[in-house]
């Protein structure tokens, strides 16, 4: 979401949504070029009607709101959010999806929570051909502004498009593609803007995590992953303007949206891109390749080893070891987000109560036998703290993944194997 990149159309060096280091200086070059010309515009504008009504409607400077309908990337699940501002002699888009992949250290930096986007100029043209040559649907929203209104929102975003201010910290809830434009808008417009929350909010879209999962249905092990890394912070009750950090989300919203208590925040809509309407996903993972089904034969595999491991009196504690080798290389992206990641939603996380990098004490230490007792006291400190994490998600405290509890169930089995089977050798 609100990682598209606007290039000129005949770029070839456009790489999955991401820009290569040429099309990184094309792209900022042109955007200070644009941005020269866009302020000229826009003073030459507004000295040119200073003396009209700001009640006057239908001429001077129009401020749309542009909605790309969800892409196949993973990125592009929610869609994307433009504001397009046409004068007389412009027709360009602010785009705050802009961020340059190959930047160092770009993937670590990320997932601590320190990604940096920017606001580019695009022209409209170029904005609009990415998404025709994809198939991705584009609608654009005429805003209801003032000329006064408009001339504030322009004078925004001309002073947000400078080299020193065109940077932001990215937050995927509460800061970006979507959030942005709606903030300038709403800045513009005195921050009167106000959302019909009943007709908009549906029954499980009510926290950004149930959002979330309407655009990632067919990407289940996608979801899987936001559910490991992201805590409770994601599940809390939101309200419309929260649930707006999805641009899908806020194009629904603003169509039934109103400046103060009465004016209607979009005059028009109508579709720039031809496309489907819920735009070129891919189609459902198949019921076999999903985190449940990995899961369940995880848990399979669990019985079958507790089966043949009691019934043959042996422990194998290559089997052991291997399960929390995973387990705790997944503790510690856990304890790396609760504990050092800026992420807001990323803690607390009640998962780490069981995922935690304790984990990685039973490979160390399953195959020496002098520290048997202090593996069975971890197994059982283990079983503790699984059923405490089912006893704090079962209060609402945190939502979690349907595929967890077959997991948790296959944890629980391996701790009591090696309970079970070492129970005589600390008799």
Not at 107 to 112: A, H, L, M, S
Not at 414 to 424: H, K, V
């Amino acid at each position: 979401m609100g990682m598209a990149v606007q290039a000129p159309r005949t770029r070839n060096h456009v790489i999955a949504g991401r820009l290569t280091p040429i099309s990184s200086l094309t792209l900022m070059f042109k955007s200070y070029c644009l941005t020269l010309i866009f302020a000229l515009a826009v003073c030459l504008t507004a000295k040119a009607q200073l003396s009209l009504p700001d009640s006057c409607h239908g001429s001077g400077p129009t401020v749309s709101l542009l909605t790309a309908d969800p892409g196949p990337e993973i990125y592009q699940l929610e869609g994307h959010s433009g504001l397009r501002i046409r004068t007389d002699s412009l027709d360009i888009v602010a785009n705050w999806g802009l961020f340059d992949f190959s930047s160092p250290n770009f993937v670590y930096r990320f997932v601590k929570g320190e990604t940096d986007y920017c606001l580019g100029i695009t022209d409209f043209n170029d904005f609009i051909y990415q998404y025709m040559v994809r198939g991705r649907r584009v609608t654009e929203q005429t805003l209801n502004l003032t000329r006064g209104q408009s001339l504030r929102l322009i004078e925004l975003v001309l002073t947000a498009a400078r080299p020193e201010n065109r940077t932001y910290r990215y937050n995927y809830v509460l800061d970006n593609c979507a959030t942005r434009p709606l903030r300038f808008i709403e800045m513009a417009t005195g921050d009167s803007v106000r959302f019909d929350s009943k007709a908009q909010i549906t029954e499980g879209t009510t926290t950004f995590r149930n959002v979330m999962r309407r655009f990632h249905a067919n990407y289940p092990w996608y979801q899987f992953g936001i559910d490991l890394a992201l805590g409770s912070g994601i599940d809390y009750p939101i309200t419309a303007r929260e649930a707006a950090f999805a641009p899908v989300v806020l194009e629904d919203l603003a169509s039934s949206a109103t400046i103060g208590d009465s004016i209607p925040l979009v005059t028009s809509t109508r579709i720039l891109s031809p496309g489907p309407e819920d735009g070129p996903i891919l189609p459902p993972t198949p019921w076999y390749l999903t985190p449940m089904a990995a899961m369940l034969l995880l848990l399979s595999l669990s019985i079958v080893y507790y089966v043949t491991a009691v019934s043959r009196h042996r422990l194998y504690r290559g089997w052991q070891a291997l399960f929390f080798s995973v387990a705790g290389l997944a503790g510690c992206i856990v304890a790396f987000l609760v504990c050092i990641s800026t992420h807001e939603a990323t803690s607390p996380n009640w998962i780490i109560l069981w995922l935690n990098p304790l984990c990685l004490l039973v490979p160390l230490l399953v195959f020496w036998r002098k520290a048997l007792k202090a593996v069975r006291i971890y197994m059982i400190v283990n079983i503790t703290m699984i059923i405490l994490y089912g006893i704090t998600c079962g209060f609402g405290t945190q939502s979690i993944n349907l595929a967890f509890l077959p997991m948790a169930l296959a944890d629980i089995i391996m701790s009591i194997t090696y309970l079970r089977l070492t129970r005589e050798n600390t008799d």
